[in-house]
Nanobody
Framework: VQLQASGGGLVQAGGSLTLSCAAS????????VGWFRQAPGKEREFVTG????????DSDDSVKGRFTISRDTNKNTVYLQMNSLKPEDTAVYYC????????????????WGQGTQVTVSS
């Protein structure tokens, strides 16, 4: 499966963005998809995810109540709705996939999109 992330941009604190992760090659419903982010000088961290059967993977505490993941199998796309954005959300956001059930470990994901930059100004 190939993944392409898009939808990043510059937004003011408190604003919203929706990221998309478009899959090609195989049905996205066969995979767990995770969203990760990496800020300058920091390690890549798990944000949230969705399992192959549609159940959510527990989000990182820093985004609970603000970020929501969803999936449209007809469009073969996973979305990340980000609300109440904070400057500390600034990072390159990546989507990644692995067959079956997902977890929080980046090393467990086999397929990665190219990343999309999210910048939140204060």
């Amino acid at each position: 499966v190939q993944l392409q992330a898009s939808g990043g941009g510059l937004v003011q604190a408190g604003g919203s963005l929706t990221l998309s992760c478009a899959a090609s090659g195989r049905p996205i419903g066969l995979y767990a998809v995770g969203w990760f982010r990496q800020a300058p000088g920091k390690e890549r961290e798990f944000v949230t995810g969705i399992n192959w059967y549609g159940g959510a993977i527990d989000s990182d505490d820093s985004v609970k109540g603000r970020f929501t993941i969803s999936r449209d199998t007809n469009k073969n796309t996973v979305y990340l709705q980000m609300n109440s954005l904070k400057p500390e959300d600034t990072a390159v956001y990546y989507c990644a996939a692995r067959p079956g059930v997902g977890d929080h470990r980046a090393a467990d994901y086999e397929y990665w999109g190219q990343g999309t930059q999210v910048t939140v100004s204060s």
